[in-house]
């Protein structure tokens, strides 16, 4: 079983969204889908609750995407397998990325898929972290592959009460 108090997950969320998210819930469910994919209790992850004007912005720096989205990941180790064996992380973790959802986005399609906000935004941090892991959606198989993992991981959490 992967030990769940090591993982360090930093969260901001901007101050107007202070009041709508709990930092110590998204770091109980971000914890369950790292178990859930048997991440390294020794790893780490940042995670930003912002608007969509940062989130548009980032989407079109790094994407070309002109338009704001519901989350963006920022994998740190998609060149992991490439680096030689004797390199070690001086810290000895594990640094998986970022993710940045937009609050504002995460309440539109709440309301569009008829849940709550909290449902939307789990939604979003397991597809995010999926990402920060290694999966991807660009083409029929990788995409079934990851949205099996993350209906599989949503019923862990929703079984949980988180």
């Known amino acids: 079983m992967v030990s769940l108090s090591h993982m360090e997950i930093n969260v901001l969320i901007e101050t107007e969204y202070k009041k709508q998210v709990n930092s110590a819930w998204l770091k109980r469910i971000a914890r369950q889908v790292q178990a859930a994919e048997k991440v390294s209790a020794k790893s780490e992850m940042g995670m930003v609750i912002t608007g969509d004007e940062k989130i548009h912005e980032l989407n079109l720096k790094y994407l070309e995407e002109d338009r704001p989205t519901d989350v963006l990941s920022f994998p740190l180790n998609e060149h992991l397998d490439a680096a030689p064996s004797f390199v070690n992380v001086p810290d000895g973790k594990l640094h998986l990325g970022d993710i ?15 849940h709550s906000v909290e449902r939307e935004i789990t939604i979003l941090l397991i597809h995010g972290i999926l990402h920060l892991l290694g999966y991807d959606h660009d083409i029929p198989e990788r995409e079934t592959k990851m949205r099996v993992r993350e209906t599989a991981i949503l019923k862990i959490i929703e079984e949980q009460g988180l």
């Open 100 to 114: 940045m959802i937009s609050y504002p986005t995460a309440a539109i399609q709440a309301a569009e898929h008829h």
